[in-house]
């Protein structure tokens, strides 16, 4: 299956500590998205990485992509509670829809 | 969110009666996608479509009809509803299939009663 797989399901942490989720996948993708989900919110998208690219920064986010190990990596530096939501990895084959992973639920305690 | 809506947001409805959730976007986007969200099974990819009257299935369609009369607007059908279908229905948009970021509606809770 095409669909990623995000890790740990679920991940606690302090304010201030970084948080770091993982995504792995069964076959080669051309793209991979991760996106964030807040409780009972839609999904919004954070980052998506290219096949061709290892690693993209959105201020507090940088997203790896090792295409060897079939993994992708999330990490939020210096968390705050805000940052408390869902997190999903999204991968694509080239020219087909993105297939979605069951998530990472992240709690940012105070 | 900005440019895409959704609505209803909430509907409570019995079995057997037609359910149709509709999803209006500003943003011109060529692609629309119907997801649904259940626990522990992430985002299920229901229908798609990719231009005016021109739809696909997803990987889970059975039980439901789309349809996309207008650029901006994509309906989905419930033709006659069953509880397996209580979940969270979610819209996107996007610029490319799976070349873009998708922009998602907030959401339809529809519980099947």
């Known amino acids: 299956s095409q669909q990623g797989e995000e890790d740990p399901q679920a991940l606690s942490i302090q304010e201030g500590e970084n948080a770091t989720m993982n995504c792995s996948y069964k076959?080669?993708?051309?793209?991979l998205q991760w996106y964030r989900q807040n409780s009972g919110r839609g999904l919004v998208h954070l980052i998506l990485i290219r096949s061709n690219e290892r690693e993209k920064h959105s201020g507090r986010l940088r997203v790896t992509l090792d295409t060897s190990k079939k993994s992708s990596s999330l990490l939020i530096t210096a968390s705050r509670a805000a940052d408390t939501a869902s997190y999903f990895c999204?991968?694509?084959?080239?020219?087909?829809?993105?297939?979605f992973g069951p998530g990472t639920r992240l709690s940012v305690l105070p | 969110d900005a440019g895409i809506t959704q609505s209803p947001r909430h509907k409570v409805t019995e079995t057997g009666t037609p359910v149709t959730l509709r999803c209006h976007q500003t943003e011109n986007h060529r692609y629309m996608y119907w997801y649904r969200q259940d626990p522990g099974h992430g985002l299920r990819l229901i229908h798609y479509s990719y231009g005016v009257k021109d739809t696909d299935k997803g990987e889970v369609s059975d039980g439901y009809s789309v349809s996309r009369s207008k650029t901006e607007d994509f309906l989905l059908t419930l033709e006659s509803a069953t509880s397996s279908q209580t979940s969270v229905y979610f819209c996107?948009?996007?610029?490319?299939?799976?070349?873009?970021?998708?922009?998602f509606g907030s959401g339809t809770r529809l519980t099947v009663v």
């Open positions: 999204a991968t694509a084959h080239y020219g087909q829809n993105f297939v």
């Open positions: 076959t080669s993708i051309n793209n």
């Open positions: 996107a948009i996007g610029w490319a299939r799976g070349e873009s970021g998708y922009t």
